[in-house]
């Protein structure tokens, strides 16, 4: 019953994203759509377990999700245009344009990302709407409490009603401003993908590929774009590591991968959006992470690495982007130049306690020094703080190791 529970759960989260969209196109309200998909996934862990996952989930899903934000309309009596739409079986008037976007779960995201609401505040929104991540999953990678995260989802839904910001169909001007929100969700939702939070996958291959497919269309979208391009290129070249990641339930370090396992064609994509990139000369955040992606996927072996070019390019990127974690990864790059002293200094002045990356970097630079007991506290602390399962189980590997 567990592993019919675990498979239900998991067809739910593939199609989370996509049956939001439909109930807030539908009803154009954030909490009955979440409501009743609620509602649906409570339905489909009493039925599928014993008749089997339909033929059509995602349909199944719409449909009983449709009937249960019904139910609730009909609760709170709610007679405006939005309740008589509801109960429409037929419509024969013309649809509402799509306007330029016509993907659904790309137009609510950028739907979501409204300038009324604060940069991370759309970004958290759209990512629990679209992403169908938890609050806990949310939390992590904002490096926040979770009940920080929890309120700040709440008082968006909340400032959404108040200021009665309406869910239509944005217009091509209003893509520009709300392109680096748009950005922003997909960059994360790929990285829950590909290291996912919790003890289930490891990796979940329907983020990873949705953020792909949806970025997509947005380059098709914003052509001239040089971010965009950098962010598809960067998804690409991380995608194409995915089959090497994890064997044997372990989480398989960027050094030690078998690169004869890596998707060539899309590392050749992948390379030729950065050559573009390049060539336009308007260096952003993603265009960089693509082009150290590009210097990592285009050597032969773990030692062929250019280590001072990536260095360079992390240096160009904090430029852009002065965050404490681009600061780690840099540090990362340096101990291969300059060695494992000097980057440790490094790590060591960011405050980054509450990020496990920042505890594997210390746990690995500690090893690499011959400090053992320093480095099993390392790996103690990172072990503690690191939730995806193939990690955890490298992390444990290693701190055993040690003698």
Same mark, same amino acid.
């Given at each position: 019953?567990?592993? #019919?529970?675990?498979?239900?759960?998991?067809?739910?989260?593939? #199609?989370?994203?996509?049956?939001?969209?439909?109930?807030?196109?539908?009803?154009?309200?954030?909490?009955?759509? #979440?409501?009743?998909?609620?509602?649906?996934?409570?339905?489909?862990?009493?039925?599928?377990?014993?008749?089997?996952?339909?033929?059509?989930?995602?349909?199944?899903?719409?449909?009983?999700?449709?009937?249960?934000?019904?139910?609730?309309?009909?609760?709170?009596?709610?007679?405006?245009?939005?309740?008589?739409?509801?109960?429409?079986?037929?419509?024969?008037?013309?649809? #509402?344009?799509?306007?330029?976007?016509?993907?659904?779960?790309?137009?609510?995201?950028?739907?979501?990302?409204?300038?009324?609401?604060?940069?991370?505040?759309?970004?958290?929104?759209?990512?629990?709407?679209?992403? /169908?991540?938890?609050?806990?999953?949310?939390?992590?990678?904002?490096?926040?409490?979770?009940?920080?995260?929890?309120?700040?989802?709440?008082?968006?839904?909340?400032?959404?009603?108040?200021?009665?910001?309406?869910?239509?169909?944005?217009?091509?001007?209003?893509?520009?401003?709300?392109?680096?929100?748009?950005?922003?969700?997909?960059?994360?939702?790929?990285?829950?993908? &590909?290291?996912?939070?919790?003890?289930?996958?490891?990796?979940?291959?329907?983020?990873?590929?949705?953020?792909?497919?949806?970025?997509?269309?947005?380059?098709?979208?914003?052509?001239?774009?040089?971010?965009?391009?950098?962010?598809?290129?960067?998804?690409?070249?991380?995608?194409?590591?995915?089959?090497?990641?994890?064997?044997? /339930?372990?989480?398989?370090?960027?050094?030690?991968?078998?690169?004869? /396992?890596?998707?060539?064609?899309?590392?050749?994509?992948?390379?030729?959006?950065?050559?573009?990139?390049?060539?336009?000369?308007?260096?952003?955040?993603?265009?960089?992470?693509?082009?150290?992606?590009?210097?990592?996927?285009?050597?032969?072996?773990?030692?062929?690495?250019?280590?001072?070019?990536?260095?360079?390019?992390?240096?160009?990127?904090?430029?852009?982007?002065?965050?404490?974690?681009?600061?780690?990864?840099?540090?990362?790059?340096?101990?291969?130049?300059?060695?494992?002293?000097?980057?440790?200094?490094?790590?060591?002045?960011?405050?980054?306690?509450? &990020?496990?990356?920042?505890?594997?970097?210390?746990?690995?630079?500690?090893?690499?020094?011959?400090?053992?007991?320093?480095?099993?506290?390392?790996?103690?602390?990172?072990?503690?703080?690191?939730?995806?399962?193939?990690?955890?189980?490298?992390?444990?590997?290693?701190?055993?190791?040690?003698?």
């Amino acid at each position: 019953m567990q592993g #019919e529970t675990a498979a239900v759960e998991r067809v739910f989260r593939e #199609e989370y994203g996509r049956l939001i969209a439909s109930l807030v196109r539908r009803f154009g309200d954030i909490d009955i759509a #979440e409501e009743a998909a609620g509602e649906a996934l409570v339905a489909a862990l009493e039925k599928w377990p014993e008749s089997g996952v339909p033929p059509n989930p995602g349909g199944w899903l719409t449909i009983t999700a449709g009937n249960r934000a019904i139910d609730r309309i009909r609760r709170e009596k709610q007679r405006d245009a939005k309740h008589q739409a509801a109960f429409m079986d037929h419509d024969d008037t013309p649809h #509402e344009p799509t306007g330029p976007v016509e993907d659904d779960r790309l137009r609510l995201l950028f739907t979501c990302c409204h300038p009324a609401l604060a940069p991370e505040a759309r970004i958290a929104l759209t990512l629990r709407l679209l992403g /169908g991540l938890t609050v806990a999953e949310i939390a992590q990678a904002f490096l926040v409490p979770e009940t920080t995260m929890a309120q700040r989802i709440t008082r968006a839904k909340k400032k959404i009603a108040a200021a009665k910001v309406p869910y239509r169909v944005p217009e091509a001007a209003d893509l520009p401003e709300r392109l680096g929100g748009v950005m922003a969700v997909l960059f994360l939702v790929f990285n829950e993908g &590909y290291l996912a939070s919790g003890d289930g996958d490891p990796v979940r291959a329907e983020l990873t590929g949705e953020a792909i497919r949806l970025t997509r269309i947005l380059r098709e979208l914003l052509p001239e774009e040089p971010e965009v391009a950098g962010l598809l290129g960067l998804q690409l070249l991380t995608e194409a590591r995915r089959e090497a990641r994890v064997r044997n /339930g372990q989480l398989v370090p960027l050094g030690e991968q078998d690169r004869a /396992g890596w998707g060539r064609g899309l590392i050749a994509e992948g390379h030729d959006l950065v050559r573009e990139c390049l060539a336009i000369n308007r260096p952003g955040r993603y265009q960089v992470l693509a082009a150290i992606n590009a210097v990592h996927t285009d050597a032969p072996t773990a030692s062929d690495t250019d280590w001072s070019q990536v260095v360079a390019l992390y240096d160009q990127l904090t430029l852009l982007d002065p965050s404490p974690i681009v600061a780690l990864n840099r540090a990362v790059a340096v101990a291969e130049l300059d060695g494992p002293e000097v980057a440790l200094a490094l790590v060591d002045r960011l405050p980054l306690a509450g &990020y496990h990356a920042w505890h594997v970097a210390r746990a690995d630079l500690l090893r690499r020094l011959g400090r053992t007991s320093e480095a099993k506290e390392a790996y103690d602390a990172a072990i503690a703080a690191t939730q995806n399962s193939a990690e955890r189980a490298y992390l444990s590997r290693k701190r055993g190791e040690l003698v």
